[in-house]
């Protein structure tokens, strides 16, 4: 158990192998570990960013959905004021139209009873004239008794 | 090993597991006797490079395929201990040195690995190397102190070499004539800037080595149990002893050389970070 040689040699070969460990194996395995450090950050940032993205969309959405949903009541409001408005147009038309008709219909009653009163009237009239012959068992002069026949017809009105 | 010769045996067995295979630079031969500076401890520098390129073999085939998408098994497990080491590095260290890191992550990987070499049961691979004609053979490279100090050397050079870059010459100079006591005591600041400079890479690696020598050393001892046994009575409930032993250390070891690549990785960071402060 002596010093010799071999701690020269010792030494150099030390030297070499921390050189190789250098130049060769430390850079290689450190790039590789930071590029990972690297991309892995990367990533989370990335799907940071792709949730913070997602949250504004699904914000958005919801803005949209929302303003879709007061517009549709908005519009279904109108439809139904204008369907109301319709209806009612159309009952104060019908509205209109009865009483129009019924009111002509009265008219044409009314026209027809006072034209069936004066027929009544001058039927009665003649049949009063026809008696009243038969009575006298002759011809008045329609003529001369006419003012007779009008007196009897006013008395019967 | 197991070569039954009595009660010299055992003494000889632990002797020639704590032998390195050396080569005699100034005869140019294998000689396990050899010493001397010029010499190489090949079984240590050997296995100690092969686990060196092992585990820059797999981290740079992970570091080749590295993806950010879709990490496979082997980078992923490459990339917990570089995100480890990063962390504890940028936990203690606030410079700017590109060269830190990946020196802290050698070392924790290379260390380990070389700890882990103490697993590996005593004698398969002296005994396998024996078989093919190779006398000696110590396995684990962090049980030679040229290893250890070769790295906590190296270590200590950085330190300096940082503390000069960052403080200047002068400044360097001045800190070790004036730190912690003031101008007036100048030969005691340097005293003690030498001693504390000094301790931290003896410290950094007699601790590796301490503790891998003596694990392996309680290896070696629970393995001479059975030796020269032979068919004795006394062999079935030794080798049961042998084998509870062994399990036992060898799990707790496991805790021991993890612990021993941490604490001299750490260290290292730590001293780094140190040189480079301004007082």
């Known amino acids: 158990m002596s010093i010799n040689a071999t701690l020269l040699a010792q030494m150099i070969v030390f030297a070499v192998f921390v050189w190789f460990t250098m130049k060769f194996v430390w ?7 930071r590029d990972r450090q690297k991309r892995i950050s990367e990533g989370l940032a990335a799907a940071e960013r792709g949730a ?81 012959e038969r009575i006298l068992k002759r011809e008045i002069d329609a003529k001369a008794h006419n003012d007779i026949i009008d007196d009897l017809v006013a008395e019967i009105r | 090993m197991a070569s039954a010769e009595g009660g010299s045996s055992a003494t000889q067995y632990i002797q020639h597991h704590l032998t390195n295979l050396k080569f005699d630079l100034t005869s140019m031969s294998f000689d396990g006797h050899a010493s001397g500076f010029w010499v190489l401890n090949v079984d240590s520098l050997f296995f100690s490079i092969i686990l060196g390129v092992f585990f820059l073999f797999f981290f740079r085939m992970a570091a080749k395929k590295a993806t950010a998408t ?45 700890n882990f070499m103490d697993l590996i049961p005593v004698d398969a691979l002296p005994a396998a190397a024996h078989a093919s004609g190779i006398e000696y053979l110590k396995v684990v490279p ?26 200047g010459g002068l400044g360097f100079l001045k800190e070790t004539l004036t730190h912690p006591f003031g101008p007036w005591l100048a030969p005691f600041n340097f005293a003690l800037f030498v001693v504390e400079t000094v301790a931290k890479p ?78």
Request: zero cysteines.
């Open chain 2, 70 to 114: 879709e990490p496979g098994g082997l980078q992923n497990f490459v990339e917990m201990i570089v995100d480890f080491t990063d962390t504890q590095v940028r936990d203690i260290y606030h410079g700017q040195s590109k060269l830190i890191a990946p020196l802290a992550l050698t070392i924790f990987v290379w260390v380990f690995l070389m």
């Open chain 1, 52 to 132: 913070r993205e997602l949250n504004e969309a699904t914000a958005k959405a919801e803005e949209m959905v929302a303003k879709a949903r007061t517009q549709a009541q908005e519009i279904l409001t109108n439809a139904q004021r204008q369907a109301d408005d319709t209806l009612e147009r159309a009952r104060e038309d019908a509205r209109a139209e009865g009483e129009r008709i019924v009111t002509a219909a009265r008219e044409e009653i009314d026209q027809a009873v006072a034209s069936a009163k004066e027929d009544l009237r001058r039927e009665v009239g003649s049949l009063a004239v026809v008696g009243a």
């Open chain 1, 27 to 33: 850079p290689p395995i450190m790039q590789a570990m």
């Open chain 2, 202 to 279: 003896v410290s950094l690696s007699l601790r590796l080595f301490g503790n891998l020598y003596a694990g392996e050393l309680i290896f070696i001892l629970i393995a001479v149990f059975t030796l020269g046994a032979g068919a004795s009575l006394l062999a079935v409930p030794m080798f049961i002893l042998q084998v509870l032993l062994g399990v036992g250390w060898a799990i707790f070891h496991i805790l021991v050389i993890t612990l021993q690549a941490y604490i001299f990785g750490m260290l290292t960071i730590v001293y780094l970070s140190m040189a480079q402060e301004h007082h």
């Open chain 2, 142 to 167: 962090s049980t030679d102190l040229n290893i250890t100090f070769g790295l906590s050397i190296s270590v200590f050079l950085l330190m300096m070499f940082y503390s000069v870059k960052i403080k």
